[in-house]
């Protein structure tokens, strides 16, 4: 069995500063491990993807995520926070048949 | 190029109901995985067709079936509405491989 735990359900950060989205997962398998980005009303969308090809996978929009395989982690993080960036963001993991979400980190943005 | 579609956007049924939403992949993508989202919650996998063919199944009751169709769209059912049926219903598409795409939802509204 799989699953995943988002650590924070609500992160708020000033405008300008570095975002940090924290994720813990648990799989049986080797994993894919997925970001994904929900704004208000609307779908979601992909923001990055991990395969094993790389630890550190870069995305859309400036984010990044470093896969930790002995902490079995899979933190997103930016460089520097933009108002648009606040939404909800999901961690994903899959084994290819089921893709378990998070229950979700709501990213607020101060300016 | 057009994304995932689905129809409708918003719906609203009594108790006992029953309801169809419709999804259509992205061009090309043969497989279409259906989930709910709860209001404040992640998405949780209810089913995944490929080629027709069911691929899996979340834990959800026999009251929600689903079909794929030969151009890969694809139907999602559910009978004898409860309360705690509404939710966003998202449909998600993918090549086959495990990255999917997910479409903007239907809003399924139970009174």
């Known amino acids: 069995a799989q699953s995943v735990t988002q650590l924070d359900s609500h992160v708020s950060v000033s405008e300008g500063t570095p975002v940090l989205l924290r994720c813990n997962y648990s799989?049986?398998?080797?994993?894919?491990l997925f970001w994904y980005v929900q704004h208000p009303n609307k779908g979601l969308q992909l923001l990055l993807k991990?395969?094993?090809?790389?630890?550190l996978v870069k995305g859309i929009n400036g984010f990044e995520a470093e896969f930790k395989k002995s902490e079995t982690s899979f933190h997103l993080t930016k460089p520097s926070a933009h108002m648009s960036d606040a939404a909800e963001y999901f961690c994903?993991?899959?084994?290819?048949?089921?893709?378990?979400f998070g229950a979700g980190t709501r990213l607020t943005v101060k300016p | 190029d057009a994304g995932v579609t689905q129809s409708p956007t918003h719906l609203i049924k009594t108790r006992g109901q029953h309801v169809t939403l419709r999804c259509s992949p992205i061009?090309?993508?043969?497989?279409v995985s259906w989930y709910q989202q709860v209001l404040g919650q992640g998405p949780q996998f209810i089913f995944q067709?490929?080629?027709?063919?069911?691929?899996g199944r979340g834990n959800f009751p026999d009251r929600f079936s689903a079909r794929q169709f030969p151009n890969y769209s694809s139907e999602l059912n559910v009978n004898a509405l409860l309360l705690g049926d509404s939710a966003l219903y998202l449909c998600?598409?993918?090549?086959?491989?495990?990255?999917?795409?997910f479409g903007p939802g239907t809003r399924l509204t139970v009174l």
């Open positions: 998600a598409s993918s090549l086959g491989s495990d990255t999917q795409y």
């Open positions: 799989s049986s398998y080797s994993p894919s």
């Open positions: 991990y395969t094993s090809a790389a630890t």
């Open positions: 994903v993991v899959s084994d290819q048949r089921d893709m378990r």
């Open positions: 061009s090309g993508h043969k497989s």
């Open positions: 067709y490929y080629e027709k063919e069911e691929r």
